[in-house]
């Protein structure tokens, strides 16, 4: 089955490397106009060149509201709507113990975790989404949200707070805007680098698979759950781990 998404717009936030940029690539190949969006504006412009497809890009930190409003107004603005958003956008700048964190890093993690998605979509929504058919969000968790990884606890806390977000707003916005979740597991991304570049081969040994997941694997479930394949999906979180949680 080939996956299209002639005719739709997409928005993805932390657009720029790892899995944001794979999903964005995935959707314009697939006949989608796209808006990427990060920080940095000549990581947006590196990553657009490897695209193929009509890419514009947007540098917003993604925990910034007025940037956030902002970046959805101008995909407004150059589309003339929005179809798909995807919250991917995700910040980990602490390891340890959960009791042990300070207060200032654990709200970085929730801002961009959690308050992000909530207002990227709030913003989307009241822009374009609600107005245009088959319309859908897309929030990129973590496997981490359905278990428990101590080294990474309030990451994790974030994501399994994200999960209950999206079902909240898939229950709020149904029929007209379709929202659901993908749950990653341990992907070969800059983010992740440090759970697995020590010791690749050895990871991948508790993995069902017996493999680390690349980008594209986590953009191949973001393409299904966009197109009018899952038309009839709302309010799910897609597991793509390799079976680790087996």
Same mark, same amino acid.
């Given at each position: 089955?080939?996956?299209?998404?002639?005719?739709?717009?997409?928005?993805?936030?932390?657009?720029?490397?790892?899995?944001?940029?794979?999903?964005?690539?995935?959707?314009?190949?697939?006949?989608?106009?796209?808006?990427?969006?990060?920080?940095?504006?000549? !990581?947006?412009? &590196?990553?657009?060149?490897?695209?193929? /497809?009509?890419?514009? #890009?947007?540098? %917003?930190?993604? =925990?910034? @509201?007025?940037?956030a409003?902002?970046c959805?107004?101008?995909?407004?603005?150059?589309?003339?709507?929005?179809?798909?958003?995807?919250?991917?956008?995700?910040?980990?700048?602490?390891?340890?113990?959960?009791?042990?964190?300070?207060?200032?890093?654990?709200?970085?993690?929730?801002?961009?975790?959690?308050?992000?998605?909530?207002?990227?979509?709030?913003? !989307?929504?009241? &822009?374009?989404?609600?107005?245009?058919? /088959?319309?859908?969000? #897309?929030?990129? %968790?973590?496997? =981490?949200? @359905?278990?428990?990884?101590?080294?990474?606890?309030?990451?994790?806390?974030?994501?399994?707070?994200?999960?209950?977000?999206?079902?909240?707003?898939?229950?709020?916005?149904?029929?007209?805007?379709?929202?659901?979740?993908?749950?990653?597991?341990?992907?070969?991304?800059?983010?992740?680098?440090?759970?697995?570049?020590?010791?690749?081969?050895?990871?991948?040994?508790h993995?069902?698979?017996?493999?680390l997941?690349?980008?594209?694997?986590?953009a191949?479930? %973001?393409?299904?759950?966009?197109?009018?394949?899952?038309?009839?999906?709302?309010?799910?979180?897609l597991?793509?781990?390799?079976?680790?949680?087996?």
């Amino acid at each position: 089955m080939e996956l299209r998404l002639d005719g739709k717009v997409a928005l993805i936030t932390g657009a720029s490397k790892g899995i944001g940029k794979a999903i964005a690539a995935s959707y314009a190949a697939a006949g989608a106009q796209v808006m990427i969006s990060s920080r940095k504006e000549e !990581a947006l412009e &590196a990553a657009r060149r490897e695209m193929q /497809g009509e890419v514009e #890009i947007f540098a %917003a930190n993604a =925990g910034d @509201l007025d940037s956030a409003q902002a970046c959805v107004n101008a995909t407004v603005e150059r589309f003339g709507g929005i179809d798909i958003l995807v919250n991917n956008a995700a910040t980990n700048p602490y390891m340890g113990r959960t009791i042990d964190i300070d207060p200032s890093r654990h709200d970085k993690i929730h801002e961009v975790n959690l308050k992000a998605p909530l207002f990227w979509s709030q913003f !989307a929504y009241h &822009a374009s989404l609600k107005d245009r058919p /088959g319309a859908s969000i #897309i929030n990129i %968790a973590s496997i =981490g949200g @359905l278990s428990v990884e101590t080294s990474i606890g309030n990451y994790n806390v974030s994501k399994a707070a994200l999960l209950h977000l999206t079902r909240t707003l898939a229950k709020e916005l149904a029929p007209g805007v379709r929202v659901n979740s993908i749950a990653p597991g341990l992907v070969k991304t800059d983010m992740a680098r440090a759970l697995w570049e020590t010791n690749e081969e050895a990871v991948a040994q508790h993995i069902t698979m017996k493999r680390l997941g690349i980008p594209e694997d986590i953009a191949n479930a %973001a393409l299904f759950l966009a197109s009018d394949a899952a038309s009839w999906i709302c309010g799910h979180c897609l597991v793509v781990d390799g079976g680790m949680l087996l």
